[in-house]
């Protein structure tokens, strides 16, 4: 299995954002998720951290004013 849990990271606190992710497109800002069950996520945030051996890939919220 290549899928990834996603978690998005405010301040200390890492939250659950979208289980069994297999597509992840960063863009301008935002970076839009999709999982192997069709559920779609465009969050304001960028790519902090990537655990691949451990399936689990951390994003960092962008604040938007």
Do not use: Q, S, W
């Not at 863009?27 to 051996?53: D, M, Q, T």
């Amino acid at each position: 299995m290549c899928e990834a849990n996603v978690y998005l990271k405010n301040k200390d606190i890492e939250e659950l954002l979208l289980e069994r992710v297999d597509k992840i497109i960063p863009g301008n800002g935002e970076v839009y998720l999709e999982n192997i069950f069709g559920e779609r996520k465009i969050v304001a945030a960028r790519i902090k951290e990537l655990h691949l051996v451990d399936h689990r890939i951390i994003l960092e919220r962008i604040e938007t004013n």
